[in-house]
């Protein structure tokens, strides 16, 4: 279906052209082959028969196309990467991130792919971004699509916590683009060479592109199939956005989560590629996928995916689309508009029914057919193809950014703790979580943990750890599930075996038989008043929870809802033993230890109330009502000095501020941001946007300078690097700090 595009009802495309010119290849009759008045040629655009024989497909693949609305992709997509590289790329913030000299751990998908120095860093950049505006504007047309190419794939290889689906999406386009005659209509090389302007591409050209498109959506629709997200346990609390506030008029948020999100996302994304292929379904399948993509653009912060995609739907129309669309523009304007003249024809499409013989057909056409099978098998393979990489295999399969798994899971972690011990010495200690990292990603990835580790193992010899072993302990929760143990914590994961096409070893599974628990978690979630939290713990048998109970939360018990634990008071030196339903306090201030000693995984539950948070809102909702007072005459009595501060009044010399006062300053600060954020019109939140993407775009353009001044001429003096930093960081006098009259500064 995918190979001769969407289907049309109109006539055939050789017709649309009147006064064509013949190619300069044998004469052929002007009927072309396969558009014949079937019901198969009426729905699919092609005659089945087009698919029975080699030569037959690869005369298909080759029928002449409109070249428009390739070329109208490529211009958005160009201007869609030339936006994202300052911004998801990162070059508004690559000195964050490769500064030279920084003592970082980083996770490449090949091993000896490194970064290059911070200079030579916003050089590739620099190549990258001209390389999408090439791209866009069609100017030096393939230099631009590998200028852009190269760079992209590096660093999308160079940083695996930065892998997603939509940023390998773009790798993807970016490629077929560069093979791709995507510059023979509204092109800047269309003006320099009147052979190759506005004239017809072959039909792989579009069906590469679709085909793409509609693995997309129909592979994320059918991993979209899983249980969980058919439960609505995916994006549980996405529901609650304001986007979906119309739904909620008429559905509770429970079953606008089932229905909408996870019901309405499921039928979409399963059923848009075909949608948009037929030409009666095309108008509502554009609609909806309109829809979906703008509410995408705010429910998440993924870009310019959304944008991509709707370029990406005006591919699945009539190729002529634009060229149609610039005939109803004036006509002083068409001056500057891409040719509304029919495509003339070009030596790389077939023609008539002289060059049908399998002798009509050369070399590069039938490697150009074989190619667009062969791409779009091996993109319906590599989703499913986790059984070959299983060493990237979590409790979800594969790396994350090729399977089109798109928000399927949702994760939470609850606890992380890295503890090593020098293997010389003996000594114990423990680091921060994330220590000489600058992602998260790592925590759910056994490749990425492995490759953590042994970054780790090179650098704590520096601080006088050595021959360091490191074990992680590492608890997460998976769409609602109970926390728990990721990887064994018992194993050093310095030494411990990893291959990217063998199962890990030392990955604990994840508990699916207590998965059908989440909905009485949720049922005991409910229960609880506002000022009490619940963690829902389960654990292994043979290992144990080692756990500190802060001063803060001076209500903390633990409950036992499956299995056996015996509890361990460290200080006390005492040991309870708790099975099902039953529970105790725990101590505040002090560690305790949780032992799985029943032959089943335990299950079992945190109640803490934060006493320390719960008094100072009380106290914090006391000033509030003396304000209230003070302001509406109800209070009589003078404010003590260190008080006067809440009336706006500077503090009396002398007298020192009251930290419960600067608090309660701070958050009513905050609570008037939001406010004004809230009660802000269109217009301000437009210059609002735009302002910030200003600065962000600025500050790109002016580290981009001066790297390249730093590789022409050297770099400057310190004193002079670090004004010219400051000068691109500045965001403006708006955006400077305001400390407000008589706020002490802490």
């Known amino acids: 279906m995918a190979a001769a595009g969407p289907a049309r009802r ?15 290849c044998p004469a052929a009759p002007a009927k072309v082959p396969g558009t014949g008045t079937g019901l198969a040629q009426r729905l699919l655009g092609f005659e089945l028969r087009d698919l029975t024989r080699w030569h037959r497909f690869v005369r298909l693949l080759h029928r002449p196309t409109d070249p428009a609305a ?45 970064p290059l120095p911070l200079d030579w860093m916003y050089l590739l950049y620099a190549v990258m971004f001209l390389g999408a505006l090439g791209v866009m504007a069609g100017c030096c047309y393939r230099l631009s699509c590998a200028a852009f190419l190269g760079p992209y794939w590096y660093l999308l290889l160079l940083d695996k916590t930065t892998w997603n689906n939509h940023s390998y999406l773009y790798g993807l386009l970016a490629f077929q683009l560069a093979l791709l005659g995507a510059d023979r209509y509204g092109s800047v090389d269309g003006l320099f060479r009147p052979q190759k302007r506005n004239t017809h591409v072959p039909l792989w050209n579009y069906t590469l592109l679709r085909a793409q498109i509609f693995i997309v959506y129909f592979i994320a629709g059918l991993k979209k199939l899983d249980a969980d997200w058919v439960g609505g346990y995916s994006m549980g ?14 559905l509770s948020e429970e079953m606008t989560s089932l229905l909408v999100v996870h019901g309405g996302g499921l039928v979409l994304d399963l059923s848009a590629g075909f949608l948009l292929f037929f030409d009666a379904t095309r108008p509502f399948a554009l609609f909806f996928v309109t829809y979906f993509h703008c509410m995408n653009s705010q429910l998440f912060s993924i870009g310019m995916f959304p944008y991509t995609m709707l370029a990406s739907s005006g591919l699945f129309c009539h190729p002529s689309w634009p060229r149609r669309l610039c005939a109803r523009c004036p006509p002083w304007l068409r001056g500057v508009l891409p040719s509304t003249q029919p495509p003339r024809p070009s030596p790389d499409c077939h023609y ?14 039938h490697l150009a057919a ?14 499913y193809s986790h059984f070959i990489t299983q060493g990237y295999n979590n409790w979800t399969n594969g790396l994350y950014g090729y399977s089109w798994d798109m ?19 003996g000594e114990v200690g423990y680091l921060k979580p994330g220590v000489f990292t600058q992602s998260r990603r790592w925590k759910d990835h056994a490749d990425m943990l492995k490759q953590y580790s042994a970054c780790l193992s090179r650098l704590l010899p520096r601080y006088n750890v050595s021959q360091p072993q490191l074990y992680f302990d590492v608890w997460v929760s998976i769409n609602d599930r109970f926390q728990q143990r990721l990887v064994d914590p018992r194993v050093d994961l310095v030494r411990a075996p990893w291959s990217p096409w063998a199962p890990t070893p030392w990955l604990l599974p994840l508990l699916l038989e207590l998965s059908p628990w989440r909905q009485r978690l949720q049922e005991l979630e409910n229960q609880l008043d506002g000022h009490t939290d619940a963690v829902f713990i389960a654990d292994f048998p043979g290992l144990h929870l080692e756990n500190f109970v802060s001063e803060d939360l001076g209500n903390t018990s633990l409950r036992v809802l499956r299995g056996r634990v015996l509890v361990e008071l460290v200080e006390q030196q005492r040991n309870h033993s708790l099975g099902e339903g039953e529970g105790m306090q725990l101590p505040p201030g002090q560690y305790h230890k949780v032992h799985t000693v029943s032959a089943e995984p335990s299950c079992y539950m945190y109640l803490y109330v934060n006493t320390t948070a719960l008094a100072l809102e009380r106290n914090l909702t006391r000033l509030q009502e003396l304000r209230d007072r003070v302001r509406n005459g109800t209070e009589t009595e003078p404010l003590p000095p260190e008080l006067r501060p809440i009336l706006g009044e500077p503090i009396p010399a002398g007298t020192p501020a009251d930290p419960l006062v600067t608090t309660f300053l701070r958050r009513q600060r905050r609570l008037e941001e939001q406010q004004r954020r809230h009660e802000a019109g269109l217009a301000q939140r437009l210059h609002h946007f735009l302002l910030k993407k200003f600065y962000l775009f600025r500050r790109s353009a002016l580290m981009t300078l001066i790297s390249l001044r730093n590789l022409a001429l050297g770099r400057p003096p310190l004193q002079q690097l670090a004004q010219e930093v400051a000068f691109a960081n500045w965001r403006g006098e708006e955006e400077e700090p305001r400390p407000e009259q008589g706020t002490p500064e802490l």
């Open 10 to 24: 109109r006539r055939p495309e050789r017709e649309e052209a009147p006064g064509e010119q013949r190619p300069p």
């Open 70 to 114: 390739l070329g109208a992709f490529r211009a958005a997509f160009g201007l869609l990467m030339a936006l994202d590289v300052p911004q998801e790329r990162g070059l508004g913030h690559l000195d964050h991130r490769f500064l030279d000299g920084l003592e970082v751990c980083r996770f490449p998908l090949l091993p000896f792919l490194q």
């Open 237 to 250: 609390s996405l529901g609650r956005h304001w986007l979906f506030a119309p739904f909620r008029l008429v």
């Open 352 to 365: 008539g029914e002289q060059g049908a013989r399998r002798g009509g057909l050369r070399l590069r056409q």
């Open 370 to 383: 074989a190619f667009t099978l062969l791409y779009v098998l091996e993109q319906l393979f590599l989703p």
């Open 407 to 425: 928000m399927v899971h949702s994760r939470f972690h609850q606890h992380v703790k890295i503890t090593y011990r020098d293997g010389l010495t």
